[in-house]
């Protein structure tokens, strides 16, 4: 797992290269997410700082500015709820895939070798180099089953 230093001074250096400024909102938000485990709206993250630092001026557009800077440099990965809007990770974990529920949203990861090495020879018999993929499976989680 990468530390906030040395995602702070690649942050920096990614704004700098877009021409936007390092200020104390958009670091804010960095050390928030980076602190956040879990998956996160824009608006999740922005009731966070307004709890933990209630005299920020963090806009949510800053905020949603931030995490499609961060996203389109696979900083910050989403899954998409369609018109619900996206819900972001810190990409600095492992690979891993997801599990979401249709009805309360409820995402799990989880880490399979075998499926994996199967996403692998599939892309092989077929000539193709895998570069990435995401796998997100969507059903009803075992607590909305229970409902």
Do not use: W
Not at 15 to 38: C, D, M, P, S
Not at 72 to 78: A, C, D, L, Q
Not at 80 to 89: N, R
């Amino acid at each position: 797992m990468q530390n906030f230093e040395k995602l702070l001074s690649k942050f920096k250096l990614l704004l700098k290269e877009n021409g936007l400024n390092f200020t104390t909102q958009r670091e804010l938000v960095l050390k928030t997410l980076f602190n956040y485990l879990g998956h996160f709206t824009p608006e999740d993250l922005h009731m966070l700082i307004k709890k933990n630092n209630p005299d920020s001026n963090v806009g949510v557009t800053t905020i949603y500015r931030t995490l499609n800077l961060l996203e389109s440099n696979h900083i910050v990965t989403s899954i998409s709820f369609g018109i619900q809007g996206k819900k972001y990770e810190l990409g600095n974990k492992p690979h891993h895939d997801h599990l979401i529920c249709n009805q309360c949203g409820k995402i799990v990861e989880f880490e399979d070798p075998t499926i994996e090495e199967l996403q692998e020879k599939i892309a092989k018999m077929h000539d193709f180099k895998l570069t990435e993929h995401i796998m997100q499976l969507y059903g009803v989680c075992k607590d909305c089953q229970d409902k």
